[in-house]
């Protein structure tokens, strides 16, 4: 397998005040794939992207970038970047805008022109190119900051909550584009809080919570641990288990609906279990594969086991 895009094996980032943003984070990202980072408010999300680009600098750090040491500004050359809560000069035009902010990454002064308007084209800004950014709506000044953000042609591209203040359409405009930006082969990183929208486009996710990773993996993989078939049958007996029903794979038994939970998603694994409520004299109404949603993921990773509580923000010291 190719390089990754990044191999973070950890990162600590204490803040002066002594807030743990990041206590040992660690991730990687391929390369072509859309990955999301997800997590609560003051999960520490902004932060470890800011230390990858080099904005905010850890307290301890060890990994790579673009096959580099994490912390070397040559690969950010390739990289982009749209900030949470980016403010691009009001006074400039869309165009100037993101011209400009070639200008910074280094984009040759000949290219930069065509590629501000492609780019703006791209995201759906192109009756706006000559207007300024102070009379732009917020979803509109997010788009012209993802056209910021693609102006050097980047490899790996960060994008911290793009569809913040976003309209649907525009969402789903987005989404797209980061669709497109993957099948040319280029890597996006997407910080959000967005489950939905990042269950649409991510292949892989993981979970930041008080500054540590607690889940990560390919969503596809995360989303069927979580998934179960719901088994519903009727039967006029007293309301108790089914014999043997359990022995055949139901981990949840509700006996007064009749509704059995199997932990798999396999319609052959559910078979010993139907079999079993037929020999106890059932008559099998349903067999409905349950898929696990991001959101009940996310809020099992992010709930307090022994208060049924979501965990607050980042411990201070
Ligand atoms: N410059 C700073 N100085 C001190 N503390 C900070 C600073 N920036 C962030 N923090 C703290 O670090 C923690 C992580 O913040 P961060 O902005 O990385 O979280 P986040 O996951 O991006 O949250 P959100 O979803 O709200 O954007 C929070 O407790 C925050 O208060
Ligand atoms: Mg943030």
Same mark, same amino acid.
């Given at each position: 397998?190719?390089?990754?895009?990044?191999?973070?094996?950890?990162?600590?980032?204490?803040?002066?005040?002594?807030?743990?943003?990041?206590?040992?984070?660690?991730?990687?990202?391929?390369?072509?794939?859309?990955?999301?980072?997800?997590?609560?408010?003051?999960?520490?999300?902004?932060?470890?992207?800011?230390?990858?680009?080099?904005?905010?600098?850890?307290?301890?750090?060890?990994?790579?970038?673009?096959?580099?040491?994490?912390?070397?500004?040559?690969?950010?050359?390739?990289?982009?970047?749209?900030?949470?809560?980016?403010?691009?000069?009001?006074?400039?035009?869309?165009?100037?805008?993101?011209?400009?902010?070639?200008?910074?990454?280094?984009?040759?002064?000949?290219?930069?022109?065509?590629?501000?308007?492609?780019?703006?084209?791209?995201?759906?800004?192109?009756?706006?190119?000559? +207007?300024? *950014?102070?009379?732009?709506?917020?979803?509109?000044? @997010? #788009?012209? =900051?993802?056209?910021?953000? !693609? %102006?050097?042609?980047?490899?790996?591209?960060?994008?911290?909550?793009?569809?913040?203040?976003?309209?649907?359409?525009?969402?789903?405009?987005?989404?797209?584009?980061?669709?497109?930006?993957?099948?040319?082969?280029?890597?996006?990183?997407?910080?959000?809080?967005?489950?939905?929208?990042?269950?649409?486009?991510?292949?892989?996710?993981?979970?930041?919570?008080?500054? +540590?990773? *607690?889940?990560?993996?390919?969503?596809?993989?995360? @989303? #069927?641990? =979580?998934?179960?078939?719901? !088994? %519903?049958?009727?039967?006029?007996?007293?309301?108790?288990?089914?014999?043997?029903?359990?022995?055949?794979?139901?981990?949840?038994?509700?006996?007064?609906?009749?509704?059995?939970?199997?932990?798999?998603?396999?319609?052959?694994?559910?078979?010993?279990?139907?079999?079993?409520?037929?020999?106890?004299?059932?008559?099998?109404?349903?067999?409905?594969?349950?898929?696990?949603?991001?959101?009940?993921?996310?809020?099992?990773?992010?709930?307090?086991?022994?208060?049924?509580?979501?965990?607050?923000?980042?411990?201070?010291?």
């Amino acid at each position: 397998m190719a390089d990754p895009a990044i191999d973070l094996q950890s990162v600590r980032k204490t803040y002066g005040g002594g807030v743990h943003a990041l206590r040992d984070a660690a991730l990687r990202v391929e390369r072509g794939e859309i990955f999301g980072l997800l997590g609560p408010n003051g999960a520490g999300k902004s932060t470890l992207v800011k230390v990858l680009l080099t904005v905010v600098r850890a307290t301890q750090v060890n990994g790579t970038l673009l096959g580099r040491p994490i912390g070397q500004k040559a690969p950010l050359a390739r990289v982009g970047y749209l900030p949470e809560h980016h403010r691009l000069p009001p006074y400039l035009t869309a165009r100037q805008a993101v011209e400009f902010s070639g200008a910074l990454s280094g984009v040759p002064r000949k290219d930069r022109r065509q590629r501000a308007d492609g780019l703006l084209d791209r995201v759906g800004l192109s009756n706006w190119k000559d +207007r300024r *950014v102070s009379t732009f709506s917020k979803g509109m000044r @997010q #788009r012209a =900051g993802l056209a910021a953000a !693609l %102006v050097n042609d980047p490899e790996l591209v960060f994008l911290d909550e793009p569809t913040d203040g976003v309209d649907p359409v525009g969402r789903k405009e987005i989404r797209d584009l980061l669709v497109g930006l993957r099948s040319e082969g280029r890597t996006v990183f997407l910080n959000s809080h967005l489950l939905s929208e990042a269950e649409q486009v991510c292949d892989r996710v993981a979970i930041l919570l008080q500054g +540590r990773v *607690v889940r990560e993996g390919r969503l596809i993989d995360l @989303q #069927r641990e =979580g998934s179960r078939q719901e !088994l %519903v049958v009727r039967w006029y007996g007293p309301a108790q288990p089914l014999p043997g029903c359990e022995d055949a794979g139901a981990v949840d038994a509700d006996a007064s609906t009749r509704r059995y939970t199997l932990a798999t998603l396999d319609a052959a694994a559910a078979q010993p279990a139907l079999d079993a409520a037929r020999r106890a004299g059932a008559v099998v109404i349903s067999l409905t594969p349950v898929r696990e949603g991001l959101e009940s993921l996310f809020m099992k990773a992010v709930t307090d086991p022994v208060t049924g509580r979501a965990l607050p923000p980042g411990a201070i010291a």
